[in-house]
């Protein structure tokens, strides 16, 4: 059981340049939901969505879109990077929307944006 | 708003040592409280979880009590081992719109040395 795959693991962007993170989750979950990991600031919600076809904006959403077009899979867009959007990302997934529900988290991709 | 305050790291130890990582939350409901780890190069994993006020969640000799009258949850062990070293996040989860709002501390991270 896979569980949480993120694609990919690291990447180096250029100022300006857009790219596309990969989420796909194999546990039939609703919802889905993609982080940022900043040093000493824990993790911040930039999007999520509630089910297939939706999305919501988090804590952090400028700059970043999102799709999810298909239940299992939640795309992070970058249109234009900047060096502030250099990070770990961490996408997860939910089974429901109740409050006992656990977090599962994919292993990061790291972003190096110079 | 919300929020989740954990005690500063780095936290060392030597094996078997005694450990106690401080957790305490602000919430104008009844958010469920989790502890979650991260170990090098992987995503965060749940430790444990508590849903209501006196409840003790338990896994791997972790435990941690729901306490509502000091807004606390901490985290302890007693007795730690090299493999726990790692990123310990305390969460606490409400409801917010379409579903629930996970809210994390900055992360506590722990060296157990030999």
């Known amino acids: 059981n896979a569980g949480v795959t993120q694609t990919p693991k690291f990447r180096v962007l250029k100022t300006g340049q857009s790219m596309t993170l990969l989420c796909a989750q194999d546990m039939n979950h609703e919802y889905m939901y993609w982080y940022r990991q900043d040093p000493g600031m824990g993790l911040r919600l930039i999007h999520y969505s509630v089910g297939e076809g939706t999305t919501a904006k988090g804590e952090v959403p400028d700059g970043y879109n999102v799709s999810r077009l298909k239940k299992q899979n939640f795309l992070l867009g970058l249109e234009s990077a900047a060096p502030s959007q250099t990070s770990v990302y961490f996408c997860?997934?939910?089974?429901?929307?109740?409050?006992?529900?656990?977090?599962?988290f994919g292993n990061g991709t790291r972003l190096t944006v110079t | 708003g919300n929020s989740v305050t954990q005690m500063e790291g780095p936290v060392t130890l030597s094996e078997e040592a005694f450990l106690t990582i401080n957790c305490t939350y602000t919430a104008t409901g009844y958010p469920s409280l989790f502890w979650y780890v991260q170990y090098p190069g992987e995503g965060l994993q749940l430790l444990l979880k508590?849903?209501?006020?006196?409840d003790k969640g338990s896994n791997k000799g972790f435990e941690a009590t729901y306490r509502k009258e000091t807004t606390s949850f901490h985290l302890e062990k007693g007795s730690v081992q090299v493999s726990d070293s790692a990123v310990y996040f305390c969460a606490l989860s409400e409801p917010n719109t379409g579903g629930f709002k996970t809210i994390f501390g900055a992360g506590t991270r722990l060296f157990v040395k030999a």
């Open positions: 508590a849903t209501k006020a006196d």
């Open positions: 997860a997934s939910s089974s429901d929307g109740t409050t006992y529900s656990p977090l599962h």
